[in-house]
């Protein structure tokens, strides 16, 4: 992230106009009110501007909406958003006045949908941003994870390309990885290799055929059953054939 972004945000001579609920945001911070205008005599709106102030705008809302932001919170922010030592003083009013303002994060999801939807990763890298910072106190607390479903919805993402998302943060009691008992950041050949042994150490018919009981069939079955959906889990999030 450019940390030359500040200077835009908290300089007088802004250059361009932004608008809508994060124009209004950092205008406030800069003194200025700016309003968002396609080829307005400013030049073209600054995708930078809309993207950062977005982005700390999203994250002040979910800490309000968490009630609380711990030390490790402000760290996990600090990791996140890259400011130089002299904006910091600004970028926390910024981050202040998000969390005051009367408007709802729905304006500030919304805008940056509107401007990135022809790059929809970086709306990925907005939620990632803010997957880091609700987990960063040892849990995503369900009002965060209400609110980064919500945020999701708005960029346009579906169900399957939150679980992904979340998969990169959250170890989920039905975590797939765990399923088949690797960590994530196992490789693709790996993996392979081991679900092709797990399938045929838990497959049904090599408990028939060493004469288990009909229970332990059973057992053995849901247990397939259940390496098969984390392997198609596994698969459809990286891709895999």
């Known amino acids: 992230m450019s940390l030359g972004i500040w200077g835009k945000i908290g300089g007088a001579g802004l250059g361009a106009l932004v608008g809508g609920p994060i124009g ?10 700016l309003v968002d205008r396609e080829g307005a005599p400013f030049g073209a709106t600054p995708r930078d501007v809309v993207f950062t102030t977005g982005l700390v705008a ?5 800490a309000k909406s968490d009630g ?58 907005v939620l990632d941003g803010l997957f880091h910072i609700a987990k960063a106190d040892g849990a995503i607390h369900e009002n965060e994870e209400r609110y980064l479903r919500s945020v999701a919805r708005i960029f346009g993402l579906d169900d399957a390309a939150f679980a992904r998302l979340a998969a990169r943060h959250v170890r989920l009691a039905d975590d797939p990885y765990l399923v088949l008992g690797l960590d994530r950041e196992t490789d693709d050949a790996a993996l392979k290799a ?44 990286r891709g895999l054939k």
């Open 58 to 62: 999203l994250a002040a809302k979910m």
């Open 24 to 33: 209004a945001l950092a205008g406030s911070v800069a003194g200025h009110f």
């Open 68 to 125: 609380v932001v711990t030390p490790a919170e402000v760290e996990a922010f600090g990791q996140v958003v890259e400011v130089e030592p002299g904006a910091r003083a600004g970028v926390e009013r910024l981050f202040d006045l998000a969390k005051a303002t009367t408007d709802g994060f729905e304006g500030y999801a919304g805008q940056l949908a509107s401007t990135f939807h022809d790059e929809p990763a970086l709306l990925e890298d």
């Open 194 to 237: 081991r679900q092709r042994a797990l399938v045929i150490e838990n497959h049904p018919d090599r408990a028939i055929a060493r004469g288990l009981p009909p229970e332990a069939v059973a057992i053995a079955t849901r247990r397939l059953a259940a390496i098969n959906a984390a392997w198609d889990r596994i698969a459809a999030e």
